[in-house]
Structures are given as C-alpha cells and as structure tokens.
C-alpha cells in the first residue's frame, strides 16, 4: 500500500513544517465541557472512501499511565496523562508515515492488538458510558475532534 499523503496543514493553505507537525502531535486537547481527554489520530481512508478508525484510549495501571491504539498494536507510557497520550499520537502518525513508505503495507495496518487489550478497551467503553450518564457533558453535542490530517491509502 502506498500513501499519496503530504503533511497535513496547519492553517488550512500550507502543509506543516516537520517541527509545527510535532508541536502539533504533542499537543494534547480537552473537551470542553466534561475535560475528558482527547486523543487525535490521522484518518486513514482507502481509495474507495472507507475510512479506518484508530480506536484509542488510556488507562492508568498502578502509578503508569498507559495509552494504547488497540488497531496499530501501538501502546506508551507516562507520568502523566498529557504525556502517555502525547507520545501515541506522535508515535501513531510516525508508524503509519513509515509503513506507508514502504512499498507493501501488507499486515501492518490494521495491526489488532492481543485480546487482552480488546477487553480492556471494552471493560473502558463501558465504564465510561456509565459515568457519563451521571455527567453533566451535553448529550446533544459531540466531542470536537481536530485531524491531523487525512491520510488516504492506494488501496485496501
């Protein structure tokens, strides 16, 4: 599989320098009414318009925080949420910016992670939409999520 990708813009007109894209992958958003954290990921999208959604998610375990993209089989560690998450967006990106120079991306996207992150990832899901039935976050409106860029594949 080969990326007809470039950098993704910063402003809407240019693609971003290497710098501004690492800025912006370690930035780490909140939504704004609840202040959960959110974490961003490309969009993958294949030639014929299906798009793969990266399903992200962190965790802490013991004194680690973890973050984990169970579709790259990709997983950091920090002290702090802010950094778990910084490093997978930034890791996230830089794995599938370099499987995708390859010539063949043949099993490498998607990479499922080991079952036992599957259930935790659900065992998350769960608890989380539990908790936000007793939260005061608007149902109505949905968390504003910033791309980093989309990243369209030659094919499937």
């Known amino acids: 599989m080969a990326s007809s990708s470039t950098l993704p813009s910063v402003d809407g007109k240019r693609a971003a320098s290497e710098e501004e894209l690492r800025t912006l992958l370690r930035t780490v958003r909140r939504c ?6 959110l ?25 680690n925080i973890y973050a984990e993209c169970l579709d790259l089989d990709i997983i950091t560690r920090g002290d702090t949420p802010e950094e778990a998450i910084a490093r997978l967006q930034e ?10 120079s390859k010539e063949s991306s043949e099993g490498l ?6 079952w036992s992150s599957w259930a935790r990832y659900y065992l998350h899901t769960i608890v989380c ?5 007793f939260s005061k976050h608007d149902k109505r ?12 594949l030659s094919r499937c």
């Open 39 to 63: 974490i961003g990921t490309p969009i993958l999208q294949c030639s014929h318009g299906q798009i793969l959604p990266l399903r992200c998610f962190w965790y802490r375990k013991q004194k």
């Open 32 to 37: 704004p009414q609840c202040g959960d954290y």
């Open 129 to 133: 939409r539990l908790r936000s039935l």
């Open 91 to 100: 890791d996230v990106y830089w794995y599938i910016a370099t499987v995708l």
């Open 109 to 114: 996207i998607p990479r499922p992670a080991p």
């Open 141 to 152: 409106s949905d968390h504003h999520i910033t791309s980093l860029g989309a990243i369209k």
